[in-house]
């Protein structure tokens, strides 16, 4: 019932709009604040996210559309990550209380035994041609040398300056797909992209390609264009040949101050089964992994990268064996306990937003500018240490312990309590159950008690 209210109410108010994207920022702003109870105020608050300077405001509202307003996420340091030897301090944006807290724990704790050891294999980015062939597919399959010459020939202007940089398109390869769907191929091809992520690059040429075989399929001899159907042409967000490997690793006795209240066998037993779970029930490896990718995704915010293809090429990987697994292990081989993560990071330090937004730029300046693989190992590593952080808590104190003092703090701010008030709440809510309106009615007492 209480829908239907707002929902006549809302339409009553929004109107389907032509030409809404020729309205200016101004417009579209009032437009927005209109649906507001206090249109005014609104109006008001979306104007105060704009950046005071006009030129980092031209590039944030450049960066999207119908953009009225910015959104600001809390920009955040986690120190201590030594990663192959050398020490970072890594930016992470991330909405999630202590997710950072937890990430520079482990990575503390890491450090006194050695830190995380990293390391990348190829950075292989692929994409695909889909598109159906209706004719004779064995003369299609003995053209492809021609095809793939004629290919990389007519794509040359959008390839040359990577080749120049030492990538380009590294193999083309013709993938029969009938099984699927009739008369359905693919090219499949493969890139490399140096340090950039290189999406615009590689959609840029397969769409290209789709051009080049219809002029391929239109002048050979024995080919016919009207055979020809282009379905798409995209990259894969399935990076399996840019992966990141990252683990840490100690001698069971070394675990000891990981283990709290727990004794150290009993931790180090709980915590080999919390991670075997995740190997094998889909429901915790869900978790598990939201729990690797608050890491990651912090990260890749923080360097200006997309984070929703990392993800979606994470939990594509955590599937490829039919089953959705953890992304990380757990080795125990005599006494030395290894924890370790292996996943897709397709990530650029170049290119897209990651100079163009100014925090972006900063937070690759902060981590020494690296190239693609030491980012895509700092992300790795950031994610393994919030992994190992999430099972730490879960198999000795639970985490809402952590979560709550972060809640509660949460609750101060928006209750505006002053720092005297802060400490009296701490204390009394220290062993007691927190709640919005919990704290609210004791900050209340307090406040009434003072005056
Ligand atoms: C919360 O953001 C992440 C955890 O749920 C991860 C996990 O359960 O392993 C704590």
């Known amino acids: 019932m209480l829908f239907c209210v707002y929902v006549s ?13 020729k309205k200016s920022p101004e417009e579209k702003l009032l437009l927005a604040a209109g649906l507001c109870a206090d249109p005014d105020a609104a109006a008001v608050e979306l104007r105060s996210f704009h950046h005071q300077n006009k ?24 120190p201590n990550f030594l990663i192959n030897g050398q020490v970072y301090i890594v930016p992470m944006v991330i909405e999630e209380s202590s997710v950072v807290a937890a990430a520079s724990a482990a990575a503390r704790f890491w450090a006194g035994r050695g830190g995380f050891r990293a390391k990348t294999g190829k950075l292989i980015k692929k994409g695909q041609l889909h598109f159906l062939y209706a004719g004779d597919r064995n003369k299609l399959k003995g053209a492809m040398p021609s095809i793939v010459s004629h290919l990389k020939q ?6 040359q300056n990577m080749e120049r940089r030492g990538g380009g398109v590294a193999s083309v390869e013709l993938n029969d797909r009938q099984n699927l769907l009739d008369n359905y191929f693919q090219l499949d091809v493969r890139f490399d992209t140096r340090d950039a992520m290189g999406a615009n690059f590689i959609n840029s040429v397969l ?34 040949e840019c992966l990141v490997e990252v683990s840490v690793s100690c001698d069971v ?8 209240t727990v004794s150290a066998d009993d931790f180090l037993r709980r915590f080999v089964m919390a991670v075997n779970i995740a190997e094998s029930d889909v429901y915790r490896a869900a978790t598990h992994n939201k729990g690797i990718m608050n890491g990651v995704d912090a990260v890749i915010l ?24 953890s992304l990380s292990k757990v080795n125990l081989t005599g006494k030395q306990f290894t924890f370790s993560l292996e996943m897709p990071m397709a990530l650029g330090t170049t290119g897209g937003l990651t100079h163009l937004h100014p925090l972006a730029a900063r937070s690759l300046e902060i981590l020494g500018n690296p190239d693609a693989r030491t ?9 393994l240490a919030n992994n190992f952080a999430a099972l730490r808590s879960l198999v000795t104190t639970g985490i809402q312990t952590g979560h709550m003092r972060m809640h509660l703090s949460n609750i101060l701010l ?5 720092p005297g008030e802060t400490a009296h709440v701490e204390s009394h809510f220290a062993n007691k159950k927190v709640s919005y309106q919990a704290v609210a009615r004791y900050l209340e007492k307090l406040r009434k008690h003072a005056t």
Not at 154 to 159: K, P
Not at 220 to 239: Q, S
Request: cysteine-free.
């Open 375 to 383: 980012l895509m190992m700092i992300a790795g590593a950031a994610g």
């Open 207 to 240: 769409e290209e390609y789709a051009v080049a075989l219809e002029t391929f399929f239109n002048q050979k001899e024995g080919f016919d264009e009207r055979d020809f159907e282009p379905l798409m042409a995209i990259l894969t967000n399935y990076n399996d």
């Open 154 to 159: 007519s794509t040359r202007t959008l390839t």
């Open 9 to 21: 109410k809302m339409s009553e108010k929004i109107k389907i709009l032509k030409g809404f994207s």
């Open 414 to 418: 928006q209750l505006k309590a002053s």
């Open 302 to 325: 923080a360097t200006g990268n997309d984070f929703r293809a990392i993800e979606a090429g994470a939990h594509a990987w955590a599937a490829r064996s039919g089953q959705y697994r």
């Open 253 to 260: 006795d070394a675990l000891g101050d990981a283990a709290g």
């Open 55 to 78: 030129d980092i405001q031209k590039i944030l509202s450049g960066i999207s559309e119908n953009t009225i307003s910015n959104y600001p996420l809390p920009y955040n340091i986690a």
